[in-house]
């Protein structure tokens, strides 16, 4: 069909790309595609294949795909200023707009947006402003940072570092200091498996109290989590989880970080998984959702209580020397506006909830009484199907057998795009909010079906 066509060479031959097995790809022994369009929640390779894609992307793609009204908006932008920085207090018109639409419906103890262009960068601003507000303060020793294993919050240097999932540490010296891990909320695969949801609530807290004993609490800056693991596993947290760690946080003085870049503006059935499950946090992370990947756009939203302490370090030391060249960009803040009031209109939030529901149902029916199915979790349009070897002593399969990945690629040939997570045989949905009832039966169908061609 494309013959005399050089793309796919070039591909090989030019382009590296991200968490890829680089000898493979690049030996051919490694599947391409190019994705040449995307409508709803399919989209459609060079090859004319039709996929249904239950990830949305990198859960990021919320809205759909082929939606025109991000696309003429940020054409529109182009066309009457395609950039300019926001340093010294410059300003868009989009820009602005934005950060007042993201306060609207942001947790009400925030105060101010300042925006990057990826999670990534996003988190390492937020660890940038903890070290400089407790400097203000007259606390240099106060600047650890606890993580969780598990958790994912980038894979810069810094980020890389909270990011609790080895293959983002190794070869990469990482982590580096001044970043702890503590507990994963990972009730599943909890040591004990006669404990209570209550009981592992009660494990975690006390780990993590351990750890800011044995370290200093006026050692510690912050507490990094997601609302709900990702990366780590698309991990709803135990009940009562987020208060229990709130109040050990409050009482140490220690800021809470919520890295909402998949949770944020409705994964969850919520607009933000702060207010989903109780949290109260000092600075919340933003991305993926905030322009449904129609651009890159990254913020990190400061609670008041930050942005005094902010305020007051400017007026004894000047300007603040943190910012991007494409902070607040132009072309990706209308295109936020333009998604956030697409989420709006077609009420997509609610959607989320609903059809999220709906489909963690379903699911569960299809694959709960399978011998290999060991847990079907989700929270919204967040969901995951979690694989053991034997499910009366919750044992699991030798990595090398790569199970997750076998049936993903079944998926794949059915039409389905699923995500094999890292760190465990975890099958990941993550599906766009326009997802309908009727296609979250057929992703449950076909995932049956490409369960039982791999394991039987």
């Known amino acids: 069909m494309w013959q005399n066509d050089q793309l796919e060479k070039w591909d090989r031959e030019s382009f590296f790309h991200p968490s890829t097995h680089l000898a493979e790809f690049a030996r051919g022994n490694l599947a391409q ?12 390779d060079r090859d004319g294949n039709r996929l249904l894609d239950a990830f949305a992307g990198l859960y990021c793609v919320n809205v759909g795909y082929g939606r025109t009204e991000i696309a003429e908006a940020i054409a529109a932008q182009a066309r009457e200023l395609a950039y300019y920085h926001a340093y010294v207090g410059h300003g868009t018109e989009a820009s602005i707009t934005l950060a007042k639409m993201i306060l609207e419906r942001a947790p009400s103890n925030m105060s101010k947006v300042y925006f990057g262009l990826s999670g990534s960068d996003a ?16 606390l240099p020793k106060k600047k650890k940072i606890i993580s969780r294993w598990r958790g994912y919050h980038g894979s810069g240097l810094l980020t890389g570092s909270l990011t609790g999932l080895d293959l983002f540490h190794k070869k990469f010296d990482l982590p580096i200091a001044p970043v702890l891990h503590t507990e994963a909320p990972y009730y599943f ?6 404990q209570t949801e209550a009981e592992f609530v009660a494990h975690c807290v006390e780990s993590l109290e351990r750890l ?65 499950y109780g949290m109260r946090p000092d600075i919340i992370t933003i991305a993926k959702g905030l322009t449904s990947a129609y651009a890159p756009l990254s913020g990190s939203i400061v609670s008041d209580k930050i942005w005094s302490i902010l305020e007051k370090g400017t007026d004894e030391n000047g300007p603040i ?27 997509l939030v609610e959607q989320a909830r609903d059809t999220g529901a709906y489909f963690k149902s379903i699911l569960n029916e299809a694959l709960s009484k399978h011998k ?15 694989f053991v070897a034997d499910r009366q ?42 997802l309908t009832y009727t296609q979250a039966e057929e ?9 039982i061609e791999v394991l039987g």
């Open 123 to 138: 988190n390492e601003t937020n660890i940038k402003l903890v070290w400089y507000i407790n400097n203000i303060l007259g």
């Open 321 to 347: 020397g943190h910012g991007w060249t494409y902070s607040a960009h132009p072309v990706s803040t209308a295109a936020g506006i333009a998604n956030l009031k697409l989420i709006d209109e077609l009420n």
């Open 393 to 434: 002593d919750r044992s699991y399969f030798d990595p090398s057998q790569t199970v997750c990945q076998k049936i993903n690629t079944a998926l794949l040939s059915k039409g389905v795009i699923t995500r094999a997570m890292p760190q465990g045989d975890i099958l990941g949905f993550a599906p766009p909010f326009c």
């Open 189 to 194: 695969r909890r040591e004990y498996l006669d």
């Open 372 to 386: 290999n199915v060991g847990d079907v979790r989700g929270e919204g349009m967040l969901c995951a199907v979690e």
């Open 443 to 451: 992703i449950a169908v076909k995932v049956r079906s490409a369960i």
């Open 33 to 44: 595609r190019v994705i040449v369009g995307g409508e709803g929640c399919y989209i459609e």
């Open 212 to 276: 800011i004993e044995q370290e200093g609490s006026d050692t510690i800056a912050a507490f990094i989590g997601e609302p709900v693991l990702g990366t780590g596993g698309l991990v709803p947290p135990p009940e009562g989880y987020w208060p229990a760690i709130q109040t050990v946080l409050d009482r140490h003085n220690i800021l809470l970080i919520a890295d909402e870049v998949v949770t944020g503006f409705g994964r969850l059935g919520s607009m933000f998984g702060s207010d989903h």
